[in-house]
T-cell receptor, first 114, second 111 residues
Framework: NAGVTQTPKFRVLKTGQSMTLLCAQD?????MYWYRQDPGMGLRLIHY???????AKGEVPDGYNVSRLKKQNFLLGLESAAPSQTSVYFC?????????????FGSGTQLSVL | DAKTTQPNSMESNEEEPVHLPCNHS???????IHWYRQLPSQGPEYVIH???SNVNNRMASLAIAEDRKSSTLILHRATLRDAAVYYC????????????FGQGTRLTINP
């Protein structure tokens, strides 16, 4: 079982460069999420999706864009990277946003913006 | 949104029980209590959740106070692999609600 797979695992960018993080899940989950985690802090929600073709803003959406063209994939884009976006990014998925539903997380992408 | 309060860190010994507390004095009637943990260099993983009654699963037990203003995650026999950051999160039922992670409790297990 692959679960939630994130690529790449590590990336270094220069300020102003763009990149896309890919999240893929093989559990047929409807809901997908992107979180970021800064050192010593909890996770903060960037964007999420409740189904193919849908996206919504989370707690810290500025500077990021997302797309959910296929149910199994959720892409996170940085159009013009900034040092403040240096962080570890986690993707997650779930069946639904029900009260007891649990999230499955990927192993993370370590992004450094110089 | 209702908040949770957890100790920043706790320490325990291997093969002993661990009780991780969480205060949520402003919890509402439809808030579920979820626990996740994050092992070093990994994404969070689900541990357990509950609403009013105590819950048990293969990983842990969740004890919820009668007034629901606090809860305790119980690891019955800690191992070195249980060293992680444990997050107590409230999740509102009845509609879309995103998980809000606080800073959690860093649990250290001594051999």
């Amino acid at each position: 079982n692959a679960g939630v797979t994130q690529t790449p695992k590590f990336r270094v960018l220069k300020t102003g460069q763009s990149m896309t993080l890919l999240c893929a899940q093989d559990m047929n989950h409807e809901y997908m999420y992107w979180y970021r985690q800064d050192p010593g802090m909890g996770l903060r929600l960037i964007h999420y999706s409740v189904g193919e073709g849908t996206t919504a803003k989370g707690e810290v959406p500025d500077g990021y864009n997302v797309s959910r063209l296929k149910k199994q994939n959720f892409l996170l884009g940085l159009e013009s990277a900034a040092p403040s976006q240096t962080s570890v990014y986690f993707c997650a998925s779930s069946w639904k946003l029900g009260e007891g539903e649990k999230l499955f997380f990927g192993s993370g992408t370590q992004l450094s913006v110089l | 949104d209702a908040k949770t309060t957890q100790p920043n860190s706790m320490e325990s010994n291997e093969e002993e029980p661990v009780h991780l507390p969480c205060n949520h004095s402003t919890i509402s009637g439809t808030d579920y209590i979820h626990w996740y943990r994050q092992l070093p260099s990994q994404g969070p993983e689900y541990v357990i959740h509950g609403l009013t009654s105590n819950v048990n699963n293969r990983m842990a037990s969740l004890a919820i106070a009668e007034d629901r203003k606090s809860s305790t995650l119980i690891l019955h026999r800690a191992t070195l692999r249980d060293a992680a950051v444990y997050y107590c999160i409230l999740r509102r039922g009845g509609g879309a609600q995103k998980l809000v992670f606080g800073q959690g409790t860093r649990l250290t297990i001594n051999p």
